[in-house]
T-cell receptor, first 117, second 111 residues
Framework: NAGVTQTPKFQVLKTGQSMTLQCAQDMNHEYMSWYRQDPGMGLRLIHYSVGAGITDQGEVPNGYNVSRSTTEDFPLRLLSAAPSQTSVYFC????????????????FGEGSWLTVV | KNEVEQSPQNLTAQEGEFITINCSYSVGISALHWLQQHPGGGIVSLFMLSSGKKKHGRLIATINIQEKHSSLHITASHPRDSAVYICAVRYYGGSQGNLIFGKGTKLSVKP
């Protein structure tokens, strides 16, 4: 298993540009989430999904859009980038648990460093 | 507002020392996670707890549901343990994909 694959690792955007951060997992996890991490703050939830076709907003959803057309993929779209969206973004996935498996272990992507100028 | 508080914020230890990192939260939870973030940024799950105690190698995690408190202990600390340790909780009624995170404890272990 590759785990959670997140791309790109680094990106510089100009204000107003749009882009998509890609996230894919090959563990057949139901749950997938996007977080942003800013200096001096804990990770904050942007959007999450409990399964294909189901998404919901987290704590800081403004300026971001998500979709979950397949179990494997959960892309995060920045609609019109702003300097306030300069951050490190993490995608995460987890299994619902049970049957003696790893249970609710959370798996994170390696992070995407985004700078908006 | 549901909050997760970690202490200390920063911790410097000598190799071999016993280390404790604390996490407290404000309302009832269904699960608590301890995570490790390496200097390069990658985040790894260490433990998921809903009660009691778990041990993996030199790491021990405990949780007291009544006191709304969890601790992460590292025995015989080593410089490779230097990282940021993050506590995260899922509150009752929250989706598994919806976690609240502490700000992290930055641990530096000196040889």
């Amino acid at each position: 298993n590759a785990g959670v694959t997140q791309t790109p690792k680094f990106q510089v955007l100009k204000t107003g540009q749009s882009m998509t951060l890609q996230c894919a997992q090959d563990m057949n996890h139901e749950y997938m989430s996007w977080y942003r991490q800013d200096p001096g703050m804990g990770l904050r939830l942007i959007h999450y999904s409990v399964g294909a076709g189901i998404t919901d907003q987290g704590e800081v959803p403004n300026g971001y859009n998500v979709s979950r057309s397949t179990t494997e993929d959960f892309p995060l779209r920045l609609l019109s980038a702003a300097p306030s969206q300069t951050s490190v973004y993490f995608c995460a996935s987890s299994y619902s648990g049970g049957r003696g498996r790893s249970g609710n272990t959370i798996y994170f992507g390696e992070g995407s460093w985004l700078t908006v100028v | 507002k549901n909050e997760v508080e970690q202490s200390p914020q920063n911790l410097t230890a000598q190799e071999g020392e016993f280390i404790t990192i604390n996490c407290s939260y404000s309302v009832g939870i269904s699960a608590l996670h301890w995570l490790q973030q390496h200097p390069g940024g990658g985040i790894v799950s260490l433990f998921m707890l809903s009660s009691g105690k778990k041990k993996h190698g030199r790491l021990i995690a405990t949780i007291n549901i009544q006191e709304k408190h969890s601790s992460l202990h590292i025995t015989a600390s080593h410089p490779r343990d230097s990282a940021v340790y993050i506590c995260a909780v899922r509150y009752y009624g929250g989706s598994q994909g919806n976690l609240i995170f502490g700000k992290g404890t930055k641990l530096s272990v000196k040889p």
